[in-house]
């Protein structure tokens, strides 16, 4: 389960503090020593566990704190509204623009979860939106990625548009909005390419299909499992495409964390949802507050 080594070790210093009728400045340094470890050790980013330890040692040190009835209690509360705040505060809702279609590009690296998080996607926003999305295959290089969409189309009843891998991936996606246009398809949710690393070429043609389909929404999709790098991906796509949120998969898995927690304050952009199966209704809006509950117990 993700988070549960962050999650123990958090309780146990929160429950030290907890109990303490009077709390000291050396209780809160010792507090935020264990907890700057906890979270280097969950894979957080450093500059993200320094400014959150700063940020809560400021609050707690507070005079109105420690003089308060119950210091231990409001150091926890800081400690969660911290936490938070870290993770982007309120829920980011996904942009669905005002005029259809609304056009939504899906990027990322290989093996990340783009082509399963584009059909999840279409689902939610078919039930929750009542919508009627299409998906488009975009990534013309991987074999079987075609296949592998029209598998999710076809198990969610959507429909997907695909001109085969002979056809750049830009005119595949100007043909692919003139049709959604033509059949009244409101939402256009475009499935592009991945490498195993961030290319030139990658980026110049994600770049281009910015360009063509002007998307209200491009959603990075990161691997929860793969912590620190995830971060490094979300900087460098964020940096080329200005993308507008992510998606951080596989949080079902026993990851330690630390991408959940450190890609907000890295990107300034928000996680919008998290993947929670591999199944299609397997994917839930990112609440910060209800992680940070859910990490500290
Ligand atoms: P793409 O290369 O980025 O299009 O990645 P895929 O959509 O093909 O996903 C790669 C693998 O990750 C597949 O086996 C998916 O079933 C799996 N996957 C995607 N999202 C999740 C998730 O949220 N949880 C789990 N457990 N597996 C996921």
Redesign the pocket.
């Known amino acids: 389960m993700a988070f549960e080594g962050l999650g123990e070790r958090l309780q146990v210093t929160m429950d030290r503090i907890k109990s303490k009728g009077k709390v000291t400045e050396s209780d809160v340094k010792v507090m935020m020593r264990e907890v700057r470890l906890a979270l280097l050790e969950a894979d957080v980013n450093f500059k993200v566990v320094k400014q959150f330890v700063n940020q809560v040692k400021e609050r707690a040190l507070g005079s109105d704190v420690m003089q308060s009835l119950t210091p231990g209690q409001q150091v926890i509360k800081i400690v969660r509204e911290e936490l938070t705040d870290l993770m982007g505060g309120e829920n980011q809702r996904i942009n669905l623009g005002t005029k259809p279609p609304t056009v939504i590009m899906m990027v ?1 690296l ?8 584009a059909g999840k996607l279409a689902l939610h926003l078919r039930k929750n939106f009542n919508k009627k999305p299409m998906l488009v295959a975009g990534d013309i290089y991987r074999p079987a990625a075609i296949d ?1 969409l029209e598998t999710v189309g076809r198990q969610i009843d959507v429909p997907v548009f695909s001109l085969g891998d002979q056809v750049k991936p830009q005119q595949i996606v100007t043909e692919a909005l003139a049709h959604a246009k033509a059949e009244h398809l409101d939402t256009v949710i475009i499935d592009t390419a ?1 490498r195993l690393h961030i290319d030139e070429n990658l980026m110049n043609e994600l770049k281009d299909i910015k360009e063509i389909a002007n998307p209200h929404e491009i959603m990075l ?1 990161v691997d929860a499992m793969t912590g620190q790098d995830a971060v490094n991906v979300a900087e460098s796509f964020n940096d080329l495409l200005d993308i507008t949120g992510v998606t951080l ?5 026993d990851t330690r964390g630390g991408a959940a927690l450190s890609i907000r304050t890295v990107t300034e952009k928000p996680i919008k949802f998290v ?4 199944k299609m209704d ?1 994917l839930e809006a990112f609440h910060p507050d209800r992680m940070a509950q859910r990490i500290l117990g």
Not at 249 to 253: A, R
Not at 275 to 278: A, D, T, V
């Open positions: 990322g290989q093996g990340a979860g783009k082509t399963t998080t592998q991945g999709v998969t596989k949080l079902d898995g993947g929670m199966s591999e397997g």
